[in-house]
Each structure stands twice: as C-alpha cells, then as structure tokens.
C-alpha cells in the first residue's frame, strides 16, 4: 500500500475504507461490476450507480461505533483487530463532529481502572459511552467547560450506557444515563432520532432513495403501505404525508418511539417481521376489503427478508408494488429470485453509494405484481 496516496489522517492499517486507493470512477466501477455480477438475471434493468461527487467522498461519515482502549496514558478509539484497537482519531471519511469529540474525550475520561469504557457511539448528534460496568459511578470529570466543549461541537445529548456485557450486541434496555443535554436529536428534514436509532450516514442520498421509491409506489389516500423494519419512520413520514394508510414494523424500542413521533398517524408494531405476519396480515385484509391498494416499502438488514415474511408476500399480502432497498446485493439477489419465481416482475434496480471509499453498495428494486385480480 502506497501511503503516499492515503488522506490525512488516514491509519494505513485500518482495514475500514478498502476503496481508499480509488479514484471515485474506479470505485464505482468496481461497485457496478459487482451488482452487476450478483444480479446479472436482470442487468438489463440495472441502472448507473447514483454516488456522491469526489468532494462529498469525505467527511461524511457522522454515526460510528468505536472501540476503546486505555494506552496508560489516554483513551484510543478505532476499530478492533483481535484484540487490539486501531486508533483514527483523525479519520478522513469521519465527519468533523466525530473527530472532535474522539480529540477532546481521549484525554479527559477517567483512566480504565475507574472506567471500564468498551465503546464510543456517535449517532450524528446524540454520543454515547459504552461502559462494562453495572452501575454508573460518579463523573467529576464531566466539567461544565467539558459540557461546552462538547456543545459547541454539535453534541446535543450525552450519554453513559452501563451495560457489563457489551460485546456484539451494544446496548440493553436499562443502564441508561443522559449526562447531559437532549434525549432526542432532529436530522435534516426535523425527523427525530435518538443515541441508538440507526442512521443513514448520507442522509440526502437515502432521502432520494425515498423519493424513487415514493414516485413508484404513487402512494395516496386510496393507498394502505405495510413499511417493513421502518426504523425511526423516515419512510412512513412520507407515505402518510401523501394521505396513505401505514403499517411498520421495527425491533427496536427506541427507534419505534421516534417513528411514533415521526408519524404519528401510522400504526407500528414491535417485534421481528416475521413473527408479526399474522396481525399485518389482518390488517391488510381490512384495508384490500375497504378498497385500498396494498404496497409494500422494506428495507431489511442484511440477511435480507425472512422466508416467512416472503411467503406472506407472495401467499396473503399480495402487494401490487415493492420498493425493496438493500444493503446486500447478494441477499437482494435471492429475495428477487424467489419474487420472480412467484408472480412478480423486477421492474429496475438502482444502486446507491451510501458508503464511499468502501466496498459496500446499496441497491433500491422497484418490483410488481403481474398478477391482476
């Protein structure tokens, strides 16, 4: 690897961004290839990648989750190789709120003995410290000039989250302690989030995911639109915004809360999709009995859609239109495959470049039904 060609900043061993060598047309080149070889059944309805320009490549990563680790004298925060935490406090593709706050709390927690921090998690402007600790111990550090500090960055809500077990899975329910300023953040559009709801990290680029979406599915008040793993309600904002009926679906507490807020005229439902197929399912039979359109917005992790949740599709719910957006070509591929084997038809797939300078991609499928009641 030529460090001469890497950012400032930028950790040569730091394995996060594998695209950052590219010039912007070889990473997209690269990305298009492999949509293109993933779901090369319909590359005749694959379009151009939709990617930010070379300037937005940078600086735009706003909600990380960082390990930490204690070096005897400060905190390094990065990402974990076996069992070592590979600092990039200056990381390029971090936005700047990101390294500010890595530069100004290296130096000021408590040293691990006092403070068993695990974790740092920056959800745009709500930052949470993960901590293995079951209950949370005092916090002189906390100064009121650190409190500015951290305000001035653009920090609106700080957290101590005691959570002893903290490993893959981050957060618990309970151990929670807002140190200071608000529970709750607004994003661009005045959507709001809290410190972990999941975030696109371009949030422009998802909002024209949506509007693709929106124009396909031609929502209205004659539409009802089951929203599957719906997040804080950024998508059933806009179809109820448009007068439709809304159901979602979502596992997490925290991000239904927002979405309740979000659009409060829709009905949300927490659990997994698949176990929630049964009220969903009566919900869509009322709505198609009282003359309603049925559609389907999903965007699912990236295991994609659980086999009992497609064959509801396919079976019971019957959409007449999809917009799946994914974040797994490969998994899309399959769910798409199955679509098509079961009466419907791939109409385009756009993929998106939600991740720059990595090798990651996006992809939106506008899907319908070729069959007419």
Not at 221 to 244: E, F, H, I, M, Q
Not at 338 to 359: A, C, K, M, W
Request: glycine share 8%; with cysteine; charged share 20%.
């Amino acid at each position: 690897m030529s460090l001469k060609i890497l950012k400032s900043g930028c950790n040569p061993r730091c394995r996060g961004c594998s695209h950052r060598e590219f010039t912007l047309e070889q990473s997209l080149h690269q990305k298009q290839g492999f949509v293109s070889k993933v779901l090369n059944q319909w590359n005749d309805r694959i379009n151009p990648i939709i990617s930010p320009q070379e300037d937005q490549r940078w600086g735009y990563r706003t909600s990380v989750t960082l390990a930490a680790e204690w070096n005897g004298q400060h905190w390094l925060f990065g990402t974990k190789s076996m069992d070592e935490v590979i600092p990039i406090h200056n990381c390029p593709v971090h936005h700047p709120i990101v390294n500010r706050t890595i530069e100004v709390l290296s130096s000021v927690l408590p040293e691990y003995s006092n403070f068993r921090l695990a974790y740092l998690v920056l959800s745009k402007a709500q930052c949470t410290l993960i901590v293995k600790q079951k209950e949370l111990k005092p916090t002189h550090w906390l100064t009121d000039e650190l409190k500015e500090t951290l305000q001035n960055i653009g920090i609106e809500g700080f957290w101590i989250h005691c959570n002893p077990s903290a490993g893959r899975r981050l957060f618990e329910k309970g151990g929670w302690s807002l140190l200071f300023g608000q529970h709750r953040s607004r994003d661009l559009v005045g959507l709001v989030y809290g410190p972990a709801s999941f975030q696109q990290q371009i949030q422009w680029l998802y909002l024209e995911t949506l509007a693709k979406a929106e124009g396909f599915l031609n929502t209205s008040p004659n539409s009802a639109v089951v929203d599957l793993y719906c997040g804080t309600g950024t998508s059933s904002a806009r179809w109820v915004k448009n007068g439709a009926s809304v159901i979602g679906v979502e596992t997490g507490g925290e991000a239904l809360e927002c979405a309740g807020v979000n659009a409060p005229e829709a009905i949300f439902l927490r659990g997994s999709a698949r176990l929630r197929v049964p009220q969903i399912n009566s919900w869509v039979d009322e709505m198609r009995s009282n003359g309603y359109e049925i559609f389907l917005y999903t965007n699912p992790p990236r295991t994609g859609m659980e086999p009992e949740v497609l064959q509801w599709i396919v079976t019971q719910g019957k959409p007449q239109r999809i917009a799946y957006l994914s974040c797994s070509p490969g998994t899309l591929s399959k769910n798409l495959n199955f679509l098509s084997q079961n009466g419907y038809r791939v109409v385009e797939i756009t993929p998106y470049d939600f991740f720059p300078n990595t090798h990651h991609i996006e992809c939106l499928a506008l899907v319908e039904s070729e069959i007419i009641d």
